[in-house]
């Protein structure tokens, strides 16, 4: 079973930058034909896709709400999925959870083929 491990989340101002790291292991099959996703949630909210990327190819998705200031990345040599977070608001407040499958297609609004997730890390940007 695919095993994972957030890290990186903090408390910063709006504006400035966070950078989350998701080790994984256990990759039953080869790392390659995985997408990894970055998925929040807020309080009193729908946990809701932020970024994926099909390991495969390096092809990513983001939602509406982050792009441009977000960019999700993988450093294979090491297994780890990354979130850099840039020019943060206080909307983005949430828990973060980082999650792997066989996931077809390969995007933030797959969310519910996902079946291997990370416990989470919470992330506040206070205004």
């Known amino acids: 079973q695919v095993q994972l491990e957030e890290s990186g989340g903090g408390s910063v101002q709006a504006g400035g930058s966070l950078t989350l790291s998701c080790a994984v292991s256990?990759?039953?099959?080869?790392?390659?034909?995985?997408?990894l996703g970055w998925f929040r949630q807020a309080p009193g909210k729908e946990r809701e896709g932020v970024a994926s990327?099909?390991?495969?190819?390096?092809?990513?998705t983001y939602a509406d709400s982050v792009k441009g200031r977000f960019t999700v990345s993988t450093d294979n040599a090491k297994n780890t999925l990354y979130l850099q977070m840039n020019s943060l608001k206080p909307e983005d407040t949430a828990m973060y959870y980082c999650a792997a499958d066989h996931v077809r297609p390969c995007n933030v609004a797959s969310e519910t083929q996902f079946g291997n997730w990370g416990q989470g890390t919470q992330v506040t940007v206070s205004s």
């Open positions: 256990g990759y039953r099959y080869g790392p390659a034909s995985y997408c």
């Open positions: 990327i099909y390991n495969g190819g390096g092809y990513t």
